[in-house]
């Protein structure tokens, strides 16, 4: 596919700095005295524009002895292999994390760690991990100098917020990026916000104006590359522009879970449950998964059997077949305990979320494999209480979404404690969803969830008002047992 490029004139910005790049895709040059730096490529067709700009600026390509890449994303990287033909002494740096983008194009020489200083000639160039954008995104800060004074430039390595959409995130199926992409770029803005930064370098143009900074140069006495208060205005607005993001979506991607099907009206998690919470208007449903004697995954919720089938023992002690001689009831209403491959079948070409809770331990690995057999990865989270089924969960199948059921803030435990206990395990194994009970929903707590890259859903919604204050902290999702009422409350809102 080709780009098409609007090529700018190249030009010195600061000191020993240019710009070489084009509206698309920005490309800045250091003159280090001893060999060239190449921070950013750009697109395939940015690699004969950047040769010629550095010979209208009086450098040769072959004088290139670093190529520094932000991130792995294509408008950064592509023109990459290409410049190496005619830069046989480059060394390129990519961190590691990001070298899933570069397909094989070129083997990047070095990764980069926190901290890390690039030298050569008159250049140091501090490296800052600041994932968030990409998992390998580094930023980018070294000292450049003009008429004796010297100024630190700083670039933010990744300030795009776009991909972190949910649509983005949930479409790479063979990826799946981790919601916590959203939380490690807010961490990566607060400690950017540390940087002091005279001059903001844009890794696009239009980030801190280079193409107007550039017609001002012209008749401006001051650089107007100068300016100390660019970098923290810019860094607010990236970190208002992701929580805008995510605020809307709890609004456009809000998912309406018919709890067990919509139970209130209907015998519990059955095929009749699912199709009346579905024709109420849920985007979602929530069912419970377990395991019966011969190996049959079910949808069922409780422990025993004596609240629903009125029969002693529970799932495990029971073959299907036997289960199938009683009746799931909601007064006049009947049917039968249905098969999570029932369940899939019937619901999978619907437009809808699956949350399907882990009732027991151990069943991971055959829930995994029923949800890859009807291709439903992308619509399914995984939840549970047992935080060790959906650690096991993440390791057999990294490509599912999970969500921990909590009570993050019951009346007898110290409720700051056990959330934060709780939010460095989910942390720890890359869990997308957080699923605390209604009682703990309040405004500040879903933004803080949502600032840790979290999506916030919530149970236990006992009644209409408990339903409208949870939708009215933010949240992005509940189950609920009535989802006809969720579904009208959600229209009053539009
Ligand atoms: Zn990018």
Known sequence: MAVNLTKMTPFRMIGNLYFVGTLEASSHLIDTGDGLILIDTGYVENAPLIIESLAELGFDIKDVKIILHSHGHGDHTLATAELLKHAPLAKTYVKK??????????????????????????????????????????????????NGVTYRAGMFGGAGT????????????????????????FDSVERLRREKVDVFVGNHARQNKTPEKYELMKTASANPFVDPTEWGIFLDAVEARLMGIIKDESRTEFVNYAHRGASTYC?????????????????????????????????????????????????????????????????????KIPTLD???SHFKNFDLTFAIELKVAGIEREVADMIRKHGCEGKVIITSFIF???????????????????????????????????????????ADEICPAAGDFTPERVERWHR???????????????????????????????????????????
């Open 97 to 146: 994390e990001d070298e899933i983008f570069l397909r094989g194009r070129f083997e990047p020489d070095y990764d980069m760690s926190d901290g890390d200083v690039i030298r050569l000639g008159n250049t140091e160039i501090l490296i800052l991990e600041t994932p968030g954008h990409t998992r390998g995104t580094v930023s980018f800060f070294f000292d450049v100098t003009e």
């Open 452 to 494: 840790l890259g979290f999506r916030v859903r919530s149970w236990d919604i006992s009644n209409r008002d408990v339903m409208k204050a949870v939708c009215d902290a933010g949240a992005d999702g509940m189950t609920v047992n009535f989802p006809d009422k969720l579904t009208e409350y959600i229209k009053e809102q539009v």
């Open 267 to 335: 015998p519990e998690n059955t095929m009749l449950s699912f199709y009346t919470g579905v024709y109420m208007g849920a985007n979602g449903i929530e069912t419970d998964v377990q395991k019966t004697k011969d190996g049959v995954l079910v949808l069922y919720h409780d422990d025993t059997l004596g609240r629903i089938l009125g029969i002693e023992g529970s799932i495990k002690d029971y073959t299907y077949e036997e289960l199938l001689a009683y009746d799931v009831k909601n007064g006049e209403l009947r049917d």
């Open 342 to 344: 029932d369940f899939l």
């Open 388 to 430: 060790g089924a959906i650690e096991a969960m993440k390791e057999c199948a990294p490509e599912l979404r999970v969500g921990f059921l909590t009570r993050l803030y019951p009346k007898d435990v110290e409720g700051d404690e056990k959330e934060k206990r709780v939010i460095a395990d989910l942390i720890r194994i890359g």
């Open 162 to 185: 776009n991909q972190l959409k949910k649509r983005y995130l949930d479409s790479a199926t063979k990826w799946r990026f981790p919601y916590r992409l959203r939380g490690m770029f």
